[in-house]
C-alpha cells in the first residue's frame, strides 16, 4: 500500500499483480504453482468469541470463524467466497506488512462465503497474494517468484509469475512479469496488442499509447485486501486520452475507450452523451473527463464544467455511461476536484488519484470523493447510480471521507491521511452519512462477499458476519 494522500488503487475496478515462482508439489488444482486439493465440506470446530460492538452493515453474530495461523492470518473476498492467507514458517519482518504480502510460502484457503466450508487448498513457494479482478469480476492475485542461483559466473535470476484464481480456487490465467508488458484484470497488453490471460490470440491495439487507469478506492496500508494494485482495464475495456489540437500549447484531450476483444476503439467522448454541464471540448485547456470506475456494463466519468487553468480545484459533474456504446445512462452531481495543470496531462489515478470511488452493489450507489486542493479535505458525496440523484454530500467544515469499501447499504472510510497511509477509518450509512461507528480499528473495516458477508481478521483469528 502506499503512504500519502496522493496515492491509490477501483472500484472497480481494476487489477493486481502477484505471483511468483512455483512450488514444488504437484497439482490437482489446476495451478501452474500451487499445489492444492478440494476439501470438501468444513470440519465442524468451536466458533471463537467476537470481542466488541457488532460491525456496521453485518451481524452481531459470525457464520463461522477461523483461528489465526502462527504468524496471522489475512483475508480477502473473492465473489461469494473468502480465501484466507497465511505464510506458515516466514519469518515477520520489521515492518512487516502482513501474511499476504510477507516473502516466504504461502498457504491459501478458499471458503464459502455462508458457512466456511472449505472449497480448495493452495500452497506456494515465496509468494504475495493482493485482491485482483478477471474481466470485471473479483479474483486472487498470487505472485509466486523462483529463484534460479548462480552457477559461479552468473547471478542469480529471480523469476516471478502473476497468477490469477477464482473463488473456488481454480486457476484462470497466469503470466510472467516482463518489461514493457501489463497483465491487468485478465488483459496481456505488450508492443501495441492485448491477450486474454487465458490464451488466445493477441489483438493489435488500435489505441495504444498511454493507457489509463480506472480509480478506485483510497491507498492504505490494508488496501491490498479490498482492490488491485494496478488498475488499467475494467469491464473488458481500455482507456486512453487522444489529442485535439487548439494551438501552440493547449491540446485538449478526449477519452478513448478501446474493445479489448477486438482491439477496436468503441466510442469516445466526443461522441458520448455529455451532461449538459459539461465544458465542450473546444474550451477545455486540457483533460476534459476522467473515467472514474465500471460497475458491470456502465462507467462513471467526470466532466470538467469550467476549465480554468488558474484555479487549484474545479467543479466536475458525474454521469453514468453504457461502457459498451458511451450511452448516457443519467446525470449525476457535482463534485469538487483538482484542476489538471494548463500543459500537462491529468494524474494518473493510479498513483495520483483525482477521484476516490466506493460501490455499494446493495443499494447501487457510489460514494466519490475529490482529490482536494493544498491543505484542503477530501470530501465524500453519495449518490444513486440509476437515477444519478445525490443522496448526501459533506460541507467544507467537515473532515476528510476517504472511501475504501462499501456494502450493505455501508461505507467504509478513513477520515485521516497521515504520512504513512490512512487511519481512523469511520462507517458511514450510504444513504444518510449517518455515522454508524467511529474510531474503529484499522482491521475490523471489513471485506464484502458478493452475497453480503464482510469478513475481517483479527488477532483471534478470521471473523464472517452474515448481512445484518
Known sequence: MVSTARTVLVPAAVTVALLAGLTACGSDSGSGSGSGKDDGPAKKTAGLAWQGAAL???????????????????????????????????????????????????????RDARDGAVRKTLKFGDARVTADTWHGAPALRVQVRSKTPSDGMTSDKIATVDEVYDGRGGKLGSAPQADA????????????????????????????????????????????????????????????????????????????????ATGKKAWTTSEAGRPSQALPEDKSHAVNVVPVTVVGDRIVLAWQTKGDEHTETEPWVMSVNDVKTGRLLATGPVVEAEAPGSRTDFGNPLTDPTFEVAYDASADAVVTSGQPGMGKPWLATAWDLKSGKRLWAQGPDENNFSPLTAGNGVVYGYTNPGTQGYWDPIAVDVKTKKVLAKKLDNDRVPAFSTDGHGAVSVDQGVFVFPAA
Open 56 to 110: 456496521p452493515g453485518l451481524a452481531a453474530k459470525p457464520a463461522w470463524t477461523a483461528p489465526a495461523a502462527p504468524g496471522g492470518t489475512a483475508v480477502f473476498a473473492v465473489g461469494d467466497a473468502f480465501a484466507l492467507v497465511s505464510a506458515p514458517g516466514a519469518e515477520k519482518p520489521a515492518n512487516d506488512k502482513g501474511p499476504a504480502l510477507r516473502e516466504g510460502p504461502k498457504t491459501v484457503e478458499f
Open 181 to 260: 508488458s501489463s497483465f491487468s484484470d485478465g488483459w496481456i497488453t505488450k508492443d501495441g496488442t492485448v491477450a486474454r490471460g487465458e490464451g488466445g490470440a493477441a489483438n493489435k491495439l488500435e489505441k495504444s499509447g498511454d493507457l489509463q487507469g480506472i480509480h478506485g478506492p483510497v491507498r492504505s496500508q490494508d488496501l491490498y485486501r479490498y482492490a488491485p494494485e494496478q488498475r488499467t482495464f475494467a469491464g473488458d475495456h481500455a482507456f486512453s486520452y487522444e489529442e485535439v489540437e487548439r494551438g501552440m500549447f493547449n491540446h485538449p484531450k478526449h477519452l478513448v475507450v478501446t474493445d479489448l
